[in-house]
Nanobody, 123 residues
Framework: VQLQASGGGLVQTGRSLRLSCAAS????????MGWFRQAPGKEREFVAS????????YYAESVKGRFTISRERAKSKVDLQMNSLKPEDTAVYYC?????????????????WGQGTLVTVSS
């Protein structure tokens, strides 16, 4: 399974971006999916996850209320709507497919990873 993430770019503080991630195969349609990010010099961290049906979502505290994860299950596609962006949101964002039907904040629970898309928020 290959994952293609897109939508990153350079934005000003307070603006929005929408990231998308499409899987090459429908094997992800029964699996949870998630977004992680890694800022320069920092470890990868969890951002948001969603279960197989899209009915359950989970967010990191740092993005709760600003980011929204959603999916089109039939298309094995997951999006991340990012609003009210802050400079501390600057990072490479990765999408991933869970080993399980549910999403998770644990990176080890994911079996496939995308190549990442860079988001830069200027102050």
């Amino acid at each position: 399974v290959q994952l293609q993430a897109s939508g990153g770019g350079l934005v000003q503080t307070g603006r929005s971006l929408r990231l998308s991630c499409a899987a090459s195969a429908r094997t992800s349609s029964n699996n949870g999916m998630g977004w992680f990010r890694q800022a320069p010099g920092k470890e990868r961290e969890f951002v948001a996850s969603i279960n197989w049906s899209g009915g359950a979502t989970y967010y990191a505290e740092s993005v709760k209320g600003r980011f929204t994860i959603s999916r089109e299950r039939a298309k094995s596609k997951v999006d991340l709507q990012m609003n009210s962006l802050k400079p501390e949101d600057t990072a490479v964002y990765y999408c991933a497919v869970s080993r399980y039907a549910y999403g998770s904040s644990e990176g080890g629970h994911y079996q496939y990873w995308g190549q990442g898309t860079l988001v830069t928020v200027s102050s």
